[in-house]
């Protein structure tokens, strides 16, 4: 059963129209819910880490949220630069330590 | 800094050929990892270490072998090649359990 799904799977945005993406989770007794940026052909990037309902973090152009269901990341004003794949990933239900990963939201945003 | 050295970039493998990747990080980080990542398929463990002489399954290791003499060096071994195992494969480290991973720029394995 999948621990965590990531919508939409793609999303294009004109430069500075906001969004938001999401990320449903499964989990128990939740660890954490982690935010990564990729960009094609490199390793993903850390962004945020989470840990409980209510909590917020932002970086730059950049919210994240959580609630016990789900996060989101909310993108405003976006810029170009901001195109890339978001994954988030929670720790696995089958491992103490390692990070379980969504298939990601890949984001355009045009200029 | 370097942080997570990964060689080679690229590699292209024919079946039932052998080799191995080769990770490397410099933070004296006790943690390493090795995910594939395949189209609309998210990042999948391979194997993990929790420090050195440590290793443990994750979810997709048929295939797959590692070793961990080091903190520094977490090798993964492609016994025989099988064209399943086209992937891209990442290898990550963090100090301690599952938080901040810092993650290496990839390996492109093909095998035909």
């Known amino acids: 059963e999948d621990q965590v799904t990531q919508s939409p799977e793609a999303l294009r945005l004109q430069e500075g129209e906001s969004s938001s993406l999401n990320c449903s989770y499964t989990?128990?007794?939740?660890?954490?819910l982690f935010w990564y940026r990729q960009d094609p052909g490199k390793g993903p990037e850390f962004l945020f880490t989470?840990?409980?309902a209510g909590e917020e973090k932002e970086k730059e152009r950049l919210k994240a949220t959580l609630t016990k269901k789900e996060s989101f990341l909310h993108i405003t004003a976006p810029k170009p630069e901001d195109s890339a794949t978001y994954l988030c990933?929670?720790?696995?239900?089958?491992?103490?330590?390692?990070?379980?990963f969504g298939t990601g939201t890949r984001l355009t945003v045009i200029p | 800094n370097a942080g997570v050295t990964q060689t080679p970039k690229f590699r292209i493998l024919k079946i039932g050929q052998s080799m191995t990747l080769q990770c490397t990080q410099d933070?004296?980080?006790?943690?390493m990892y090795w995910y594939r990542q395949d189209p609309g398929m998210g990042l999948k463990l391979i194997y993990y270490?929790?420090?050195?002489?440590?290793?443990d399954k994750g979810e997709v290791p048929n295939g797959y072998n590692v070793s961990r003499s080091t903190t520094e060096d977490f090798p993964l071994r492609l016994e025989l090649a099988a064209p399943s195992q086209t992937s891209v494969y990442f290898c990550?480290?963090?100090?301690?359990?599952?938080?901040?991973?810092?993650f290496g720029s990839g390996t492109r394995l093909t095998v035909v």
């Open positions: 990550a480290s963090t100090r301690e359990g599952i938080n901040g991973y810092t």
């Open positions: 989990v128990s007794g939740l660890r954490g």
């Open positions: 989470l840990y409980s």
């Open positions: 990933a929670v720790p696995s239900q089958t491992g103490a330590n390692n990070l379980f």
């Open positions: 933070m004296n980080h006790n943690y």
């Open positions: 270490s929790v420090g050195a002489g440590i290793t």
